[in-house]
């Protein structure tokens, strides 16, 4: 048993970082796609305010 203990205790740093690797990196693209969704609402308002057809 001490074997697999060791392997687990040798792969558990790694398993931890990517675990909040992967975390951060969700954390961005969700914020960059929240971002990108209210810049493009914004974009909206102001194009219909100026009277422009809107950007597809």
Known sequence: MNAWQGVV???APTV???LIFWWAMAAIVRADRNERKAYAKIEAEERAKRGLPSKN
């Open 16 to 18: 931890l970082v990517g």
């Open 9 to 11: 205790w040798a792969l």
